[in-house]
């Protein structure tokens, strides 16, 4: 055999192997082969041995080496001409295909991948630096397959990895589920409760945070091995609130801790929609995570990565998220008496006020308490008779020496998941050992959360009063809440699923039941409280079609849950911490949200949030002139306002009971939306030009049009009429919905949709749903591979280029194609880097022109069209110059340079077509 001696088959495969190494040992010649690239088996055919290494280690006369397609040129086929180059064209368009799809597009997920989120895992892997990342995407952006993609990449070039992810509680059977339909399913769950299957030594573990932080667990969990990769979800709550460090939480203290430990090729991912939250130094300690002790300050460069539902697109550059619409506020006048009621609930938690100087701990103190106290109050009377009632627990007091406290206990009925007859001693009892944990673990996720008590002792003749108040005027405004909210917001929604959301337990159940009795169906129910099975229960009974139209989530359900079914959100209250409200709508504004979302408020007359909010709005739009549309608008208010300190805001709100607002609390106000405003911008401009670099990374030159004509030639591929999918296009500055037709296959009897559709569903008008298409569907994995490896030999053919394509030469020319594959040594596995498709023009003259990226996609169709001739040019100063390019276009893509030395990085290549073109 002439030529280069770099490609060689096992007697046993039709499936050639590229050189990467050869050594001479004691006279015999040793070899180290790559395999092609392991998404030819994309479906799983093959061994576990070989997805987990693709170097063959083997002497050199087991094996037999393969004439290059340039050396085949010289040669006469065993059966046609024709044969040949039809085998090498196919082979050609076998390779393009898995090659020339980076970012994995063209494949079939069980959970979509998104270009975002496809090009994110990319931008990841490839820069060293990038090993411990914040990733600040936008609440509903896809952040925890994110992590599972990733986590795929580092297992399939590390299978030995240690990989754990840390959670809160709630979330950890969600992580795990999504992790299963991403093929992740080695990972066990690590939890208090008894169905937890892991143990601290296995391998891949979800694990609830809470759990690991635990004073009797955290130091069983530092004592485990070493993870090679760490992954915290929600990671805005490791707080560290004191400048420079030296007040950590928890939570803080353990992953900082853990990260110690990681292999110096170790990974840390930290994941939050909303990792500032007002707090300069919080973040700024947040970030110190993302260093070892080594690095300095300026490595955090490109470690925070940070996208909003605009910047992100789907393959074809158009949105994929609906816009965004927050109608004006419904207004519920619950009268004077409700008003008094405010006002003496105010004056009960912060008396004195002109006693104290405005800066004391315990004016502080008070002004916390009055402002949640309103919180409460102001969502439902209900929600105000359950923070008085858990104030009077905490001061000791009992039904039988308070009181008004029996009666509002009945009043509270039905309260969490009890029945609306419970005994009030029994109801006494559940609220007061809610009252004990959420004074130990502060983890009761739907009642007040504490400040210091040490220094208050209630009035207890003047809460005994607001109870009794409270009791009174539950009887006299009954249901007028809800049948405001019922007849000018739930009905006109006709039969539209609706999210409806409140910050305390009580007006949550008492919603429910208004629901129930209005409707005589159960509304859906998130609290604080239910187990994991329970909570997807109640999740999966509202997504389903036949399912209750509304649910009602206290704020238990803010973090963790899709509920893009609807497009309906509902705030019964306005909490005073305004990340809630981004986190509540972050719930239906996902992907696969299809229509506009539509946010609605309701709001007492004269509270204080109406003015507040109404005056932020105002300010904001003097502030921010140039936002454009009023959906862009909603999306900037909502991020700046989750930067304004919930402190601050509570404490402007706790001033008074009603509004207006004073002249004093518009200043307070105007200067903690400016900071906000400017706090974001700072925080965008610094971080958002991640977004430009990573949409920049090359998505490949292969297509689904290009899936689509290997398909019908190669599957039988047939079409498949009738079919569409919903898509979103931006037109005049508006994101509207665009139904388009979409391709359809039928294959060995099943209908496949080959396209990007954006994770949208493809239907027929009969309701018949096409399933995903991709290179890993087993029939389409199984064709590459026949099409790629051919036992007879292939590489070299004859075309005559189509007439109505320009010519990249006039007169005869040669085309070379070669693949370059990349492997990476580490930890003592091989793992690929992925693989690059490299191709030249070469002329009779010996003149080589390389083609470049954008165009080899053209050039490699249209050698495809062209027509296969039966016989071969005779060209021998155009084969000779081929021979020669290719052996030097070998050379110049093999050796490593010193980055891939330093990385232990090295490169094989398979030369992979030379064909002469008439």
């Not at 997805?51 to 063959?56: E, I, K, S, Y």
């Not at 194609?817 to 010996?846: D, F, I, K, M």
């Not at 110049?892 to 094989?908: C, F, K, S, V």
Request: charged content about 25%; some cysteine.
């Amino acid at each position: 055999m002439t030529g280069l001696r770099v490609l060689f088959r096992r007697p046993e495969e039709g499936q050639t192997w590229a050189l990467l190494s050869r050594r001479d040992e004691f006279g015999f010649e040793d070899l180290d082969l790559l395999r092609p690239p392991g998404r030819f088996w994309g479906d799983g055919d093959l061994s576990r041995a070989d997805r987990f290494d693709p170097v063959l280690q083997v002497e050199s006369r087991r094996v037999h080496a393969v004439p290059t397609p340039a050396a085949l040129l010289v040669e006469k086929p065993d059966d046609s001409w024709m044969a040949m180059t039809r085998r090498s064209l196919a082979r050609l368009l076998a390779w393009f295909l898995v090659v020339e799809d980076p970012q994995r597009r063209l494949e079939a997920q069980a959970i979509v991948t998104l270009a975002h989120q496809a090009s994110v895992v990319q931008h990841i892997l490839q820069q060293p630096s990038l090993r411990r990342v914040l990733l600040a995407d936008e609440v509903g952006l896809g952040k925890t397959v994110e992590a599972g993609l990733l986590i795929k990449q580092v297992l399939a070039q590390n299978p030995g990895a240690r990989v754990l992810y840390l959670s809160p509680a709630r979330l950890v059977r969600n992580v795990r589920n999504e992790f299963e339909k991403l093929g992740l399913s080695s990972f066990r769950l690590w939890i208090a409760s008894a169905d937890r299957d892991a143990k601290l030594t296995d391998p891949h573990i979800v694990a609830s945070i809470h759990r690991a932080c635990h004073k009797g667990r955290i130091d069983e969990v530092l004592a485990a091995p070493p993870w090679d990769m760490i992954v915290v979800d929600e990671c805005h709550h490791l707080s560290d609130w004191a400048p420079g460090g030296g007040s950590p939480v928890a939570q803080y203290k353990l992953v900082e801790k853990l990260a110690e430990r990681l292999s110096e090729n170790g990974r840390l991912l930290l994941m939050s929609g909303t990792p500032h939250q007002g707090h300069g130094a919080r973040f700024q300690n947040l970030l110190r995570l993302l260093r070892t002790k080594k690095e300095p300050e300026s490595q955090l460069a490109g470690r925070v990565i940070y996208r909003t539902k605009e910047d992100v697109r789907d393959w074809d550059d158009q949105p994929l998220f609906p816009s965004r619409q927050v109608n004006p506020v419904c207004v519920v006048d619950l009268g004077r008496d409700h008003q008094r009621w405010l006002t003496e609930i105010h004056r009960f938690f912060e008396p004195g006020r002109a006693e104290r100087g405005d800066n004391s701990a315990q004016r502080r103190a008070a002004g916390w308490r009055a402002g949640q106290a309103l919180q409460w109050a102001t969502s439902s009377v209900q929600a105000g008779l359950g923070y008085l009632v858990r104030q009077a627990i905490r001061a000791n007091c009992k039904p039988e020496t308070l009181p008004g406290l029996e009666a509002a206990l009945a009043a509270i009925r039905p309260y969490r998941r009890g029945s609306a007859s419970e005994p009030t001693r029994e109801l006494f009892a559940r609220i007061a050992g809610e009252v004990r944990q959420q004074i130990e673990d502060a983890d009761v996720e739907d009642i007040e959360d504490l400040s210091d008590e040490t220094k208050w002792r209630p009035d207890l003749g003047h809460l005994s009063e607001l109870l009794e108040d409270g009791v009174e005027l539950l009887r006299a405004t009954g249901d007028a809440k809800w049948n405001r909210l019922y007849e000018k917001i739930l009905e006109p929604a006709g039969d539209e699923k609706v999210v409806l959301f409140a910050q305390p337990i009580e007006t949550v159940t008492a919603m429910a039941a208004y629901l129930e009795r209005r409707t005589g169906e159960r509304p859906a129910l998130i609290l604080g409280g239910q187990s994991e099975e329970e909570r997807a229960a109640e999740v999966e009974r509202f997504c389903q079609e036949s399912g209750p139209q509304y649910l009602v989530s206290s704020r238990a359900g803010g973090e963790g849950l899709n509920l893009q079914v609807a497009r309906r959100l509902v705030h019964l209250d306005v909490p005073w911490n305004p990340m809630e409200l981004e986190q509540r709508i972050g719930r239906v504004h996902r992907f696969l949200s299809r229509r506009t979302i539509l946010v609605d408020t309701l709001v007492v007359k004269d509270s204080r949030e109406v003015d507040t909010y109404d005056y932020a709005r105002q300010k904001l739009r003097m502030i921010a002139t140039t936002m454009g549309t009023e959906d862009r608008f909603e999306a900037l208010f909502g991020r700046v306002m989750s930067l304004v300190p919930p402190e601050e805001l509570s404490d402007i709100l706790g001033q008074g009971a009603v509004g207006p607002l004073s002249p004093d609390e518009q200043a307070r106000l105007t200067t903690l939306v400016t900071e906000g405003y400017n706090q974001w911008k700072r925080f965008h401009d610094r971080y958002s030009q991640q977004q430009k670099q990573i949409r920049a990374l090359d998505p490949g030159e292969a297509t689904w049009r290009d899936l689509a004509t290997f398909s019908r030639a190669y599957l039988g591929a047939t079409t498949a009429e009738g079919f569409s999918s919903l898509r979103f296009l931006r037109q005049d500055e508006e994101v509207v919905e665009a139904p388009q037709k979409a391709e359809v296959f039928s294959i060995e009897g099943t209908l496949y949709a080959c396209g990007d559709h954006g994770g949208m569903p493809v239907t027929r008008d009969d309701g018949t749903k096409a399933e995903r298409f991709g290179l890993n569907v087993a029939a389409v994995a199984k064709a590459l591979r026949a099409q790629a490896f051919p036992t007879a030999l292939t590489g070299a053919a004859h075309v005559r280029w189509p007439e109505d394509e320009p010519r990249p030469h006039e007169g005869t020319f040669g085309v070379l194609v070669l693949v370059r594959q990349s492997v990476r040594r580490e930890q003592g596995a091989t793992a690929e880097q992925g693989a690059t498709l490299h191709c030249v023009v070469v002329t009779g003259a010996g003149d080589v022109r390389t083609v470049e990226p954008g165009a080899k996609g053209t050039l490699l169709r249209a050698l495809g069209r062209g027509t296969v001739r039966r016989e071969p040019e005779e060209a021998p100063a155009l084969v000779a110059a081929m021979q020669r390019a290719e052996a030097a276009l070998f050379q110049e893509l093999r050796p490593p340079n010193e980055t891939d030395l330093e990385a232990n990085i090295r490169h094989a290549v398979t030369p992979l077509l030379a064909a002469i073109v008439s």
